[in-house]
T-cell receptor, first 111, second 113 residues
């Protein structure tokens, strides 16, 4: 299996621009998670889906953040407008049972 | 507010010795406990998970859980330089992958050759 796939791997954008991060979970997994990692705050859960349905988005920091999962093999995390404090590594993870498997992450830099 | 606490380290251990990593959690209802390893610039990699009180062994790794004390640990036997990484403790309320994980900030482990 190819594992969780994320794109792009690196994104540099200017403040105010829209950013879209993409994730393809492991085939057959029914849960998908978006996390953000920074030095200050560590690894934080943003939102997760079960069977394509958003279950808990309480970790989404602001209305500027939104996530969708239109089908079992694709999810997006969008930031509009982006701000410098959004700079972080964004991870997508998927699971079938308890164990969550992480993608390689997208390193986002907002200047 | 769910919290997971780890000593940030660095924890320095000589090669061949036992490395002991510790974690405490605040939510007494937590059901599942995970240890991830993260190399610098890489994504977290699952090492072990444990649900029941006691010990669980997998190769050189042993996870220990004490729900009464809200404490979980990871022992690494015969430590190797390749074990040098940040180790993240994570918990969730439900088994079965139905819940997001709450992570500690990790312990930086250094294995000295």
């Amino acid at each position: 299996d190819a594992g969780v796939i994320q794109s792009p791997r690196h994104e540099v954008t200017e403040m105010g621009q829209e950013v879209t991060l993409r994730c393809k979970p492991i085939s057959g997994h029914n849960s998908l998670f978006w996390y953000r990692q920074t030095m200050m705050r560590g690894l934080e859960l943003l939102i997760y889906f079960n069977n394509n349905v958003p279950i808990d988005d309480s970790g989404m920091p602001e209305d500027r953040f939104s996530a969708k999962m239109p089908n079992a093999s694709f999810s997006t995390l969008k930031i509009q407008p982006s701000e410098p404090r959004d700079s972080a590594v964004y991870f997508c993870a998927s699971s079938l049972m308890s164990e969550q498997y992480f993608g390689p992450g997208t390193r986002l830099t907002v200047t | 507010q769910k919290e997971v606490e780890q000593n940030s380290g660095p924890l320095s251990v000589p090669e061949g010795a036992i490395a002991s990593l510790n974690c405490t959690y605040s939510d007494r209802g937590s059901q599942s406990f995970f240890w991830y390893r993260q190399y610098s610039g890489k994504s977290p990699e699952l090492i072990m998970f444990i649900y029941s009180n006691g010990d669980k062994e997998d190769g050189r790794f042993t996870a220990q859980l004490n729900k009464a004390s809200q404490y979980v640990s990871l022992l690494i036997r015969d430590s190797q330089p390749s074990d040098s990484a940040t180790y993240l403790c994570a918990v969730n309320l439900f088994g079965g992958g139905a819940d997001g994980l709450t992570f500690g900030k990790g312990t930086h482990l250094i294995i000295q050759p």
